[in-house]
């Protein structure tokens, strides 16, 4: 078991402050807010957390773990994630899943050991119309085809390396 | 602006606004939906800003952002108001244009005019085009001229209106009004709304709760996410009469992790809505009270189901418990709780608005009213559509969608989300309403409508919605959480060429074990698509199982890539394109793809522009 990284734990108070103490029902609201800071639950945080809201650390890992949006372990500096919603699936989505993961030679859910990306898979956002669509770092990419993800993901890896 | 005090105040306010601005004043809306907005709409909007300054437009005309429009295939959209004139597929670079001759001049520029790819013809009001000629809109009525982000704009069109009058209605009549309209909840399940509301309504409690479930989660739908970035007013004022029926003083909008634009429009109305009074104590001078917060998913389908959804809220896992008592009885914090769908609470205001009977003559006999529809798939034109129930599934799909695109065939249609179910071509005349898409095994559900075309392979559709349910099974109930990894394990068999004579029947039997033993819908409707498909596509499946074949050429591990001797012009595309470098050959002659190194990834099929790879 590696340790678990150091944190800024002001920045966690500063987010549980936000939230009345004692309120069970802040919880996922909560656990949002500290990964959009973190990108993922630190430990620390979720033991934190356990204590603002009047909750035991297993109810709130349970709670973290039980949600697909909650990431326990440190996640990349860019985020590719396939939208797998049926619209996407018959406009050839897995496709582009299995390229990614042949390119970024890691599996969906999984982080390149550079920190460099997360290759994550999302059920539908709803942009429908777009399909097969890749949302990197937050950006719709819609109508995708094999080649510009290509170009797309190979630009960044690229612009890492230098 | 001050709180208002009273419904008159209220009404006074509408007629102010109205008289400072004129019914003809033009508006340039552009749409801001999240189709139009991944296409670019905002740095649209930014040009338009700056366009209309250079030419010292501003005060002549309005520049709004607004909700979706529905018509996300031809985005980014821009439609001119009182017009009615749309341009689709508006570049940045056309605005400078746009400004100097349509807003200036009042030219049209005919190349951005919506064109019919199937007979050419160009349209330029948005109301000609058959996409938007065959709907009714009601609950989207205002999403293509509104401002999200003002409230003004809501209240000046009539907003909080239906609300003034609920004020005078009282508990008993607005239920009976609800009742009399024949509502029935639009989240999937169909039950009669104002029914929901009587029983909560009536339960013995000091305290009662409101909820809008905006989990939307059926992969394909997104008109809960339309109406809450569009016109989040509407579901806000919906909630306050719901609220002032069944007594509540507390409301939670539970919305999915994955809409954080819905979020931030909602935050922005309920401050809005708190500051005039409609929110808060002593809503318009009455003795009611009630407010609401927002609580955001975690990812997790099954949180749909209201009793799962309501363990959310209270920061536990998303687990469904067994029901009755239903939440309306004994809900969240053990508390009589209403849950209704956003666009149930959408069409709130119109019926108190315009009335029962007004309501209850759209529709058919046991469903009321409209439904909005995601039409997505193989469809030109993919969107959101909004159509009285009972329209029939062809002129959905063929006149407000214009079929299927590239001249391909007509395969099926899946409704219902993943619960759903495949419709063939011979069930497309089936009037859509709650009943009749349940008598032909299929359902409303949220309204997500998927069409698939003779590339779609329906055992893989059936496999994908397994792999979808079983991983979001909460597992709970044993035959849910094991038994769907067993169907899909089958499933995955048929399609990689492992099948043989039993594993149909096999199917077949944990499908009813299935079904019958699980506690929520998740697992009671899990297997709908595999038994649909079953029921209307079985040929297909006996051609995986027998012939190891797969017809629409999908399923990998029984389809082959190869070239067209004649076809190939020796591009080297592919050969360039292919990861495992399998496609060997030279420069202006016949490429080879090598099967022992193929992975069947279709990269050299989606490059080729001579059409020449083929799947067998």
């Not at chain 2, 009669?192 to 989990?215: F, H, M, Q, V």
């Not at chain 2, 979808?468 to 709970?476: I, R």
Request: glycine letters at 10%; aromatic letters at 6%; charged letters at 25%.
């Amino acid at each position: 078991m590696t340790e678990a990284p150091a944190i800024k734990t002001d920045s966690v108070r500063k987010i549980l402050a936000n939230y009345p103490p004692n309120d069970g029902s802040a919880l996922v609201n909560l656990l949002h807010d500290i990964q959009a800071a973190f990108r993922y639950l630190p430990q620390k945080a979720l033991q934190m957390t356990a204590r603002h809201v009047g909750l035991s650390p297993a109810r709130v890992f349970e709670v973290a773990t039980f949600y697909e949006g909650f990431h326990l372990k440190p996640r990349g500096e860019h985020i590719c994630t396939v939208c797998m919603g049926t619209a996407c699936h018959v406009r050839g989505a897995p496709r582009l899943l299995e390229q990614l993961e042949r390119d970024l030679e890691i599996s969906a859910g999984q982080t390149t050991a550079d920190l460099k990306f997360t290759l994550e898979e999302v059920n539908c956002v709803g942009a429908c119309a777009l399909g097969p669509l890749v949302i990197i770092d937050g950006n719709y990419n819609g109508n995708m085809t094999s080649a510009r993800l290509t170009r797309l993901v190979g630009g960044m890896q690229k612009k890492g390396k230098k | 602006m001050a709180a208002f005090k009273s419904a008159r105040q209220l009404l006074d306010y509408r007629k102010k606004l109205k008289s400072t601005t004129s019914a003809r004043r033009r508006t340039i809306a552009v749409c801001a939906g999240t189709g139009c907005k991944a296409l670019g709409s905002f740095s649209l909007f930014d040009a338009f800003t700056s366009e209309l300054k250079k030419n010292k437009l501003t005060s002549h005309i309005d520049l709004v952002a607004t909700g979706c429009h529905g018509f996300c295939e031809r985005g980014p959209l821009v439609l001119f108001h009182p017009e009615g004139v749309l341009y689709q597929r508006v570049k940045h670079g056309d605005v400078a244009e746009i400004v100097s001759k349509t807003v200036k001049d009042g030219k049209i520029i005919t190349r951005l005019l919506y064109k019919d790819p199937n007979n050419g013809k160009q349209y330029r009001k948005e109301q000609q085009i058959p996409f938007y000629k065959h709907q009714k809109r009601m609950v989207l009525a205002s999403n293509g001229h509104l401002d999200p982000t003002s409230i003004d704009d809501y209240i000046r069109g009539g907003g909080y209106s239906a609300l003034a009058k609920a004020v005078e209605m009282g508990s008993r009549k607005i239920i009976s009004e609800i009742k009399r309209s024949g509502l029935r909840g639009r989240g999937g399940a169909g039950f009669p709304t104002g029914t929901k509301w009587e029983i909560c309504s009536r339960t013995e409690s000091d305290k009662r709760y409101l909820i809008c479930n905006a989990d939307e989660g059926d992969p394909g739908a997104f008109m809960d996410r339309s109406v809450l970035e569009g016109n989040p007013h509407s579901v806000i004022e919906g909630m306050i009469i719901g609220a002032l029926a069944i007594g509540a003083d507390e409301g939670y909008v539970y919305v999915r992790q994955e809409y954080p634009l819905a979020v931030e429009r909602l935050e922005i109305a309920l401050k809005q809505a708190r500051r005039l009074g409609l929110l808060g104590k002593n809503i318009l001078g009455s003795k009611a009270r009630f407010d609401v917060k927002i609580n955001r998913g975690g990812g997790a389908f099954v949180c749909g189901e209201e009793s799962a959804l309501i363990a959310s809220i209270q920061g536990a896992r998303g687990v469904p418990r067994r029901r009755p008592p239903y939440p309306a009885v004994e809900g969240l914090f053990g508390k009589p709780t209403n849950i209704n769908n956003v666009e149930t609470w959408a069409n709130v205001p119109l019926i108190i608005d315009k009335g029962s009977k007004w309501y209850a003559e759209i529709g058919t006999a046991g469903s009321k009213g409209t439904k909005i529809f995601s039409l997505v798939g193989k469809v030109n034109n993919t969107g959101l559509v909004e159509v009285p129930m009972g329209m029939t599934m062809r002129k959905i799909v063929f006149d407000i969608g214009g079929g299927i695109p590239g001249g391909k065939k007509f395969k099926a249609v899946q409704t219902g989300g993943p619960s759903g179910g495949c419709l063939p071509e011979s069930k497309l005349d089936t009037p859509v309403d709650f009943d009749t898409l349940l008598e032909q095994g299929a359902m409303m559900g949220s309204g997500g409508m998927i069409v698939m075309d003779e590339s779609t392979c329906m055992v893989d559709v059936a496999r994908y919605f397994l792999r979808f349910l079983k991983s979001e099974s909460c597992g709970n109930c044993t035959s849910c959480r094991e038994g769907l990894v067993r169907l899909h394990e089958l499933l995955t068999d048929i399609c990689e060429g492992r099948a043989n004579a039993d594993t149909i029947p096999m199917i077949l039997e944990l499908a009813e074990t299935v079904k019958t033993t699980s506690l929520c819908a998740l697992g009671k409707t899990a297997v709908n698509p595999v038994l649909s498909t079953l029921r209307y596509f079985g040929p297909e499946y006996r051609a995986h199982i027998e012939q190891g074949r797969c017809p629409a050429g999908v399923c990998k591990a029984l389809i082959t890539y190869s070239i067209d001797a004649k076809l190939c012009n020796g591009c080297t595309l592919c050969l360039k394109n292919c990861p495992e470098g399998a496609v060997s050959g030279q420069k202006k002659k016949l490429h080879v793809i090598d099967q022992d190194k193929c992975i069947k990834c279709g990269i050299c099929k989606d490059v080729c522009n001579q059409d020449a790879v083929l799947v067998e």
